[in-house]
């Protein structure tokens, strides 16, 4: 089962690595939904109607591809997942089309499927970098670890700090100038995405963490791993 469910996330996925920032220009309601028409700084050649595409690291499909403009439809369960739910027009959104068969890639395997939302607790200015201190719903913490990769509004980043559910980023000035990080403040709130293979992991190790809070002398060690298969 796990295998097939990776297959079909393959269909499209994402690196994580920005390709540049888009416009919001239009929101028109459609039923408990919207849709959503956004202006590209980029060209879009190439893109065409059923593609995905990445908005703030959500999964959206391209309805209708011209020039540098596209529109998306956004489902109440989206809107209400995500911070699509506070967009409005005018607002920037960094963007990344799936990657194709063949394409190099960086970052991390992203899905475009947003675990939840987090809020900007604290940006630090550190000469030309800059610390980002976030507060991600208590739920997911325990997918976290130090040097773990995280998808914040869709970009690969590297927690560097963790302390109970808060994690702390440093952002490298390319990463800042290119997202909309540059425009972020303390109490925005941001989309989330876990690293998959750390969810992967947890479930195929949890029945085994639950055994070893009955018995606290049983640690995961290399022997333990081979024995239960995952070595």
Known sequence: MEILSLAIIFLHMFTGLIEGKGVITRIVPQGMGFFLEIQAEFSLENTKVG???????ICLTATSVKKKIFTA????E???KTTLKYKKP????????????????????V?????????????????EYHLFEIEVPSELSHY????????????????NEIENNLIRLMIIPHTF??????????GDFVNIEIDMIAKMVYKWVKPYLSKMEEKPQEKITVDFLKKHGFA
């Open 51 to 57: 593609d995905s595409i990445a908005v703030d690291g």
């Open 111 to 127: 899905s475009g499927h947003v675990d939840g939302t987090g809020r900007i607790i604290k940006i630090l200015s550190l000469q």
């Open 78 to 80: 989206t809107i209400a």
């Open 73 to 76: 439809e956004a489902s109440p």
């Open 177 to 186: 100038k290119v997202t909309t990080l540059s425009i972020k403040k303390p």
């Open 144 to 159: 976290l670890i130090p040097k773990g990769s995280i998808a914040i509004d869709g970009i690969s980043l590297t927690i």
């Open 90 to 109: 005018g607002d920037l959104v960094n963007l990344e089309r799936a990657l194709k068969l063949g394409d190099p890639l960086g970052g991390h395997l």
